[in-house]
């Protein structure tokens, strides 16, 4: 966590605890930063899991573990390590998790693989056994903490603490979620992200927790992106205690199935949104509409290319209604467009239509609305019925300063 | 042209004028900038030429027109226009061109198919023809202009001009090429470039003119980029006048014709790196070379993703060895790796080999390489044959300060 809070920081909201869920911190002391940096969280028996994790190929042994682990359905830890990836650190990093792992295993009674571990910080540190030991030992006797202070733990560059709330009615009861989330750099999920977590005392069975969770990341962490640069660590997990006594959700016939996807895919809407709002250096939050594709998927693709232009995110940045930058980022994308039915416009009003600037475009306007801290940027291609919404935030020197010298 | 050159320009070469080959430069007034902006260039009779363009699929008129032109293999003039790239500009920007090529025709007594036009800056405002035609007429008139002054003409935000010159022994002739090029953002070309035009006295067929461009485009254009954002109107032109007189090459089996390949690859290479090195808010040139992969064009991939990365090139210009960046990059080219094979090094020295850090890695003599304006990053998968090397440059605070407030 650094001083300087980002103008787009939202406040730490309400959050209740949830039956089941037990988070602890302690400072294992992976950087010299005085201050908690890991992350204890423990699960009750029956807690069932769901996880999406990176593609990266260079993925660290957290990432490969969690998605072998989860296949299993059963969770009753999580350990988080902030300052440290562990990241390309080979056996001497395996060693590291597999210990966390067994130490908590012992600690509980419960399989290794239960026990869920992610580390987040610089690549390439193998994370030093000892220090977790400590660490571990301290949080299993550490006093049970709040959310914020959970959020705050697993922070690395962020610069303000995550947390999203949903309810949802299923089966006559109350069900609520609980997440947290850390990031704001390395920020464009392949199909997962970042380090999230999300907890519910609903009752669900694992295979449908994982539909849910992948179905919500396809259109919420998969649609945001700070710099193009996909994370050698992300993960999202999502953990379900049973605790609030409803009949098992299973599969979209079960009762309240809906209610609990939606409040799911709410939470993760909030999340990445969160993210993003914390980019490195962000001054602006952008919202990229795109409509009129061949698919869903197509606009999606469409949709990063413009949030992952330097040109586009610079101009925002310089709050300047330079149209033209989305025309390039549009034809780079690799997608089908076609430059003379293509459409373009900055909070809701068009700029473009059809492949030409509007003769009637009134600037004014635009440019009002590019001086506030919510942009947004509508483009229309003409061709199908595919749309995608995707989320970003500028480029601006704060980005260069905090990663010209960040490991220094 | 800006004030601020940059730190990595290089001096313009001593170029001599090319038979058949007459430059001149005129003040059109396509923005308030009391400079010339309309450079125009006269070719002989017999002249052949070849052309390399954007992919980008929302290119503007003047890709369109060349590249179909070009397809003729004939040339009799080039027009460039800075300023005003007239990209996105429907059928106005069409009629800017058209009435160009017919006023040049009509001069020469030529077809207007003979008469190749670029135009480069800001996109979506038609390109104004009453400016074109009074420029165009006072370039006609004008007196002939070094290649320098050419050079000067067709740039934009570039802080300095770029030319480069090769000779070849062909058929017992010494054949030259000279070269001039503009570009420093929105560079990153997808098997074409920029602004570039190559001119040469021999005596070479379209056909095989075409093939030596394209293979040497491959190698030269498409493997370099400053900010993975791809131009609408990227081309690169080689103008052929045979006055040099040797028999003209018509394949390989023409005697010279290897010389002259590689003269124009030289050309080509000299061009693609004077780019980098003007890169918008550059102060290190990068060669990122990578070795192992399972094809040639597999590294290409992966050398790019490592020279698009924000992150990496954040990190060589705060001058930080931050290798576990570049294993990210890696991850996230969508190309075949293996984090247990890969190898990353700086200026020839491993820092990581075989998926771990080396125990004996000396960060010393990295951190000197990294203090020079010339860094080499080294990539060996591990996998097969296949090698690339890539030039970008380092993401400052400069390439911030251009771009959020260019057009404004």
């Known amino acids: 966590m650094t001083d300087a809070v980002s103008p787009l920081a939202s406040p730490f909201p309400a959050m209740p605890m949830i039956a089941g869920v037990t988070p602890r911190v302690a400072r294992a002391g992976y950087k010299d930063w005085g201050r908690c940096d890991l992350t204890y969280v423990e699960l009750a028996e029956g807690t069932t899991v769901a996880g999406v994790f990176t593609r990266n190929i260079c993925c660290s042994t957290e990432v490969e573990l969690g998605r072998e682990n989860v296949k299993r359905g059963t969770a009753r830890a ?37 026990v869920f571990v992610s580390s987040t910080g610089v690549i390439g540190v193998p994370l030093p056994k000892d220090k977790a030991r400590e660490g571990v030992d301290q949080a299993l006797a550490a006093e ?33 979620l609980a997440a947290i989330i850390k990031g704001s750099g390395m920020i464009a999920p392949d199909m997962a992200t970042m380090l999230g977590y999300i907890f519910t005392d609903a009752a669900v069975a694992p295979a449908f927790l994982q539909q849910c969770l992948s179905a919500a990341n396809l259109q919420t962490f998969s649609c945001i992106t700070v710099d193009s640069d996909t994370s050698t660590s992300d993960t999202v997990l999502a953990f379900a205690t049973g605790k609030a006594g409803n009949a098992p959700l299973v599969s979209f016939d079960s009762p309240g199935a809906d209610a609990f996807a939606a409040a799911l895919a709410d939470v993760c809407r909030q999340l990445a949104h969160l993210v993003v709002r914390d980019g490195e250096g962000a001054r602006k939050f952008i919202a990229i509409s795109v409509t009129g594709a061949v698919s869903d998927e197509s606009a999606r693709r469409i949709g990063l290319a413009i949030a992952n232009s330097p040109l586009v995110k610079t101009a925002i940045a310089g709050e300047d209604a330079n149209w033209g930058r989305v025309v390039m980022a549009v034809g780079k994308a690799g997608e089908p467009a076609d430059r003379d ?68």
């Open 144 to 176: 049970p903490c709040s959310w914020e202070e959970a959020a705050r733990t697993i922070a690395t560059t962020d610069t303000f603490a995550k947390g999203a709330v949903a309810t949802a009615v299923v089966d006559g009861r109350t069900v609520t």
């Open 78 to 114: 999580l350990v988080v390590n902030a300052g440290n990836s562990n990241a390309f650190t080979g056996y001497r990093g395996r060693e590291a998790v597999e210990q966390i792992a067994g130490q908590v295993a012992d600690h509980l009674g419960c399989a290794r693989e239960d």
């Open 341 to 408: 039915k293509l459409s373009i416009g900055f909070g809701g009003i068009w700029a473009a239509r059809d492949g030409l600037p509007l003769a009637d475009y009134d600037e004014a306007p635009v440019a009002a609305h590019l001086k506030g801290q919510d942009v947004t940027i509508e483009v229309d291609l003409g061709l199908g019925e595919g749309r995608a919404t995707v989320w970003t935030c500028d480029l601006t020197h704060g980005y260069i300063s905090i990663n010209a010298d960040y490991r220094s």
